[in-house]
């Protein structure tokens, strides 16, 4: 167990619709990453934030949106599905800096039909 | 030039044998790179990592040898065991970017 939490494990929507996923880091970290798991494009970094801040942001989509909380709980906001969204999502927590270890939770499976 | 090209997409060896993915880089700005495993219906989780100020770095029956000059690394498994099966992946980072940059994983199953 990372001490990450992701909620939920599964998300089961239709195309157009808006969903929320939400990420709980390991005590301590400030800082969050989401990633993308899909077969054809493996593991892509999305956003980064850190203490509350946005920090970088990959090849995300402007229909995915993401926050940190002031009690470091991220949420990723993912509108106006589409069935190629279908993917593992995962978000990742680390100390701070880009060389400490990242830790990731189980993801939560996102299907969109 | 952020990607990271990983090789092979498979891998099949026997118990008690060496598995070796490589991976290669194009960005020179890159100066972490640690390796990722993961199983089935979890997420990633660090393996080791290495800085390029060594050529390698060993922890258990897990090696990374790193060829700055020829922008290449790559992980060395000694003495397989099937609960070694899983997918691994390379990855890159940079103070400025700070984020991972995955290679495309690799699934090694080890035989009994």
């Known amino acids: 167990d990372s001490g990450v939490t992701q909620t939920p494990k599964h998300l089961i929507t239709a195309t157009g619709q808006r969903v929320t996923l939400r990420c709980s880091p390991r005590s301590g970290d400030l800082s969050v990453y989401w990633y993308q798991q899909s077969l054809d494009q493996g593991l892509q970094f999305l956003i980064h934030?850190?203490?509350?801040?946005?920090?970088a942001k990959g090849n995300i989509l402007e229909r995915f949106s993401a926050q940190q909380f002031p009690d470091l709980h991220s949420e990723l906001n993912l509108s106006s599905l589409e069935l190629g969204d279908s993917a593992l999502y995962f978000c990742a927590s680390s100390v701070g800096t880009y060389t400490d270890t990242q830790y990731f939770g189980p993801g939560t499976r996102l299907t969109v039909l | 030039q952020q990607q990271v090209k990983q090789s092979p997409q498979s891998l099949i060896v026997q118990k008690g044998g060496i598995s070796i993915i490589n991976c290669a880089y194009e960005?020179?700005?890159?100066?972490?790179f640690p390796w990722y495993q993961q199983f089935p219906g979890k997420g990633p989780a660090l393996l080791i990592a290495?800085?390029?100020?060594?050529s390698e770095k060993k922890e258990g029956r897990f090696t990374i040898s790193f060829n700055k000059s020829a922008k290449q690394f790559s992980l060395h498994i000694m003495d397989s065991q099937p609960g070694d099966s899983a997918t691994y992946f390379c990855?890159?980072?940079?103070?400025?970017?700070?984020?991972?940059?995955f290679g495309e994983g690799t699934q090694l199953t080890v035989n009994p």
């Open positions: 960005n020179t700005a890159f100066d972490y």
């Open positions: 290495i800085r390029p100020d060594v």
């Open positions: 990855a890159a980072s940079t103070p400025r970017l700070g984020r991972l940059t």
């Open positions: 934030y850190y203490n509350g801040e946005e920090r």
